[in-house]
């Protein structure tokens, strides 16, 4: 089996002191380490997150441990796009800069049903909420350049349990076909990175650089919505493990890697991807960047669509 891939040491010895970061879903799995590791590095992290009491926890934890930055809480559910916009308006209400975006925060393979706003769970958490997110903090982001996005994408994008990722434009939120908890994320995380994509178009010259990356199969709480966390931990662990599971920690290091290395810039709108599961098993061992094997994703016309569609989803105009 591949060995996963990490980032060069130097990346972690950088002083990132005077840097603003923001993170979705930073209270849990990936996220809360790309907390960890940006406040260790001196940075300003917002832990965004839909359970304050839970992001206060983690915060607490991570003063505990010394962490040389500062870490602040801000509620933020992306299920719901009134709380998107109260988190955009606090936040450039307090803060000046912002150096990197982490668009991380998401749900798999959820039972059928809808965000507050009427849209697909996925697509509305994953893709939506975020896509609204980095709406409004274009401004920011630009004015502090150089500056980052990261979307967290997965390899499910291409293939998710034989579903193949497609953006479905005639029934974006399966309301005309029978609902698929696989293939809805599927195309959010296709979404993920087309919005990537695309950005890297619309931000050219700007200094602000926007890729998607998949952190690798990675032992966290995202399989909460099909199966009891305890049992991925405990019982089947070995077997995962066996299978090409591998740590938070090590699933961390294509988002800081992402965020971190000055290689990235030359590479916006790539893909970036730690071991994977691939319809071209060559892709599986994954590279910093890789050329996604979904021809979906290199689809220009669907990637401005996307955008497009978006903007009138989430009620910004046209
Ligand atoms: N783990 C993997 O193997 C894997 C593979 C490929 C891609 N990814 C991607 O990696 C990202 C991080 O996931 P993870 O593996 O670290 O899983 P995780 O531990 O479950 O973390 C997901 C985070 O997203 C948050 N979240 C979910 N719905 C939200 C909402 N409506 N508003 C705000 N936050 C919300 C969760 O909050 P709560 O704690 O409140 O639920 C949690 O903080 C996801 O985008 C996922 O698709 C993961």
Known sequence: MSKPLLCPPELFALDLAGKTYVVTGGNSGIGLITVGQLAKQGAHVVLACRRPAEGEREKAALVAAGVRGTVEVMELDLANLASVRAFASKFLADHTHLHGLVNNAGVMNTPAGKTKDGFETQLGTNH???????????????????????????????????????????????????????????????????????????????????????????????????????????????????????????????????????????????????????????????GWPLRSPNPNAHDDATATRLREVSRKLVGLEA
């Not at 920011?140 to 349990?161: G, T, W």
């Not at 990537?196 to 200094?207: P, Q, S």
């Not at 290091?253 to 810039?265: D, E, G, I, M, R």
Request: charged residues 20%; glycine residues 8%; contains cysteine.
């Open 128 to 286: 939506l909420g975020h896509f609204l997110l980095t709406e409004l903090l274009l401004g920011v982001l630009k004015a502090s350049a150089p500056a980052r996005i990261v979307n967290l994408s997965s390899c499910f994008h291409d293939v998710a349990q034989g579903r193949k990722g497609a953006i479905q434009f005639d029934d974006l939120h399966f309301e005309q076909r029978k609902y698929d908890g696989w293939e809805a994320y599927a195309q959010s995380k296709l979404a993920n990175v087309l919005h990537a994509k695309d950005l890297a178009t619309r931000l050219e010259g700007t200094g602000v650089t926007a890729v998607s990356v998949h952190p690798g199969w990675v032992r966290t709480n995202l399989v909460k919505s099909f199966m009891p966390v305890w049992a991925q931990n405990t019982l089947l662990l070995p077997f995962l493990r066996m299978g090409g599971m591998i740590e938070p920690w090590e699933g961390t290091q294509s988002t800081l890697f992402a965020l971190l290395s000055p290689t990235v810039s030359a590479h916006s709108g790539e893909y970036f991807s730690q071991l994977g599961m691939y319809r071209d098993k060559s892709a599986n061992k994954g």
